[in-house]
């Protein structure tokens, strides 16, 4: 008889959570190369891409923060690596969304706060698919 570990989540990602996920970070960082673009040329379209890329990574974040709640509420215990996983997608998408608020505005008044939120909101993404796609699972060798 072997008593394995109770696992954190009851199942590791999905295809469908894991493509979310991953997605969020190429639309965010697309946002930000877009920003940068902006503020180095002051080419008004360029603001429009980021605005347009910071939805589409709202969307990806937000149903990858739907998969996450429910596997936290699944969860056998709700401390460590699920929580740190779902606080981390919920702040990315808190503040990508205070990012598309400030991206809302005029194109030049939405600088340098865009760009600096941009930046936050991308490492932040880059660090939730880390943990998202690495962590999720505990427990013993099988």
């Not at 590791?12 to 960082?29: D, E, K, N, R, Y």
């Not at 998969?67 to 740190?84: C, E, I, Q, S």
């Not at 503040?95 to 909101?121: Q, T």
Request: glycine content about 8%; charged content about 5%.
């Amino acid at each position: 008889m072997s008593i394995t570990a109770p696992l954190a989540y009851r199942s590791t990602p999905g295809p469908l959570h894991a493509t979310l996920l991953a997605g969020t970070v190429p639309l965010f960082l697309g946002a930000l190369l877009s920003d940068i673009a902006y503020f180095n040329t002051y080419q008004i379209q360029w603001s429009n891409f980021a605005s347009w890329l910071i939805a589409g990574g709202l969307v990806f974040c937000g149903l990858a923060l739907l998969f996450a709640l429910v596997n936290l509420l699944r969860a056998d215990h709700k401390t460590g690596r699920p929580v740190m996983y779902f606080l981390l997608l919920l702040a990315t998408w808190a503040l990508g969304l205070i990012n598309a608020f400030e991206h809302a505005k005029d194109a030049l008044a939405s600088m340098p706060l865009g760009l600096i939120l941009s930046v936050i909101v991308t490492l932040l993404s880059c660090v939730a698919t880390w943990t998202g796609l690495t962590n999720l699972r505990s427990g013993g060798a099988q």
